[in-house]
């Protein structure tokens, strides 16, 4: 079925560990975004793209690093997991910016760094 | 720089009563707005948006949204709420401002929705 995914959907990890959590979307839209859910913080936006190969930083980029080779995958990679990043992560994307938007989300990951 | 306010962590209504769930928002120039829900565990849907217009919009499972420039608001409502309606909700904020370069929305912390049978 078409639409956004995300994998893992629940990731445990260790303090220091390198870890990358994937995003794919079939319905060709230009933008891609990274968030993380945290109680009390509502969404905040890691990372965006507004196309292949461009990408750009969000409110809370640190410790995250972002690519795009392909429009349809967003992957966030985590270099050197900490506690801090304990959280849930969700990726969404949209149409172009001329059009409507709105965004459409993935299920999410949840991410524990023990 | 833009930003959203959702004034209230959680909102207690009986079912079958309206409800609101607040938001204010600061922009330098025009906005776009935008109300998504969220079930447990699951990713953020969207319900409607304000782009330009007649000031109430009208989104999914009869929810309407009222934009008010004067007073920068962004209120969600429903005449009668269901159980079903009981979820997390965000409402977000684009500046469409000519001087504002970004591509990003601003989502608000969220409002919990609790509909009391």
């Known amino acids: 079925d078409a639409g956004i995914t995300q994998s893992p959907r629940y990731k445990i990890t260790e303090t220091g560990r390198q870890v990358t959590l994937m995003c794919h979307q079939t319905w060709s839209h230009s933008y891609m975004f990274w968030y993380r859910q945290d109680l009390g913080h509502g969404l905040r936006l890691i990372y965006y793209?507004?196309?292949?190969?461009?990408?750009d930083k969000g409110e809370v980029p640190d410790g995250y690093v972002v690519s795009r080779s392909k429009t349809e995958n967003f992957p966030l990679t985590l270099e050197s997991a900490t506690r801090s990043q304990t959280s849930v992560y969700f990726c969404?994307?949209?149409?172009?910016?001329?059009?409507?938007?709105?965004?459409?989300f993935g299920p999410g990951t949840r991410l524990t760094v023990t | 720089a833009q930003s959203v306010a959702q004034p209230e962590d959680q909102v207690n209504v009986a079912e079958g009563n309206p409800l609101t769930v607040k938001c204010t928002y600061s922009?330098?120039?025009?906005?776009?707005l935008f109300w998504y829900v969220q079930y447990p565990n699951r990713g953020l849907q969207f319900l409607l948006k304000?782009?330009?217009?007649?000031?109430l919009v009208k989104g999914s499972y009869g929810f309407e949204a009222e934009f008010n420039k004067s007073q920068t608001s962004f209120h969600l409502k429903k005449p009668s709420a269901l159980v079903s309606d009981s979820a997390l909700y965000f409402c977000?904020?684009?500046?469409?401002?000519?001087?504002?370069?970004?591509?990003?929305?601003?989502f608000g912390k969220g409002t919990r929705l609790h509909i009391l049978p």
């Open positions: 793209s507004a196309a292949a190969d461009i990408t």
């Open positions: 969404a994307s949209s149409p172009l910016r001329e059009v409507s938007y709105e965004q459409y």
């Open positions: 977000a904020v684009r500046d469409i401002s000519p001087m504002n370069r970004d591509d990003k929305i601003i």
């Open positions: 922009v330098s120039g025009n906005p776009y």
């Open positions: 304000y782009i330009t217009g007649d000031n």
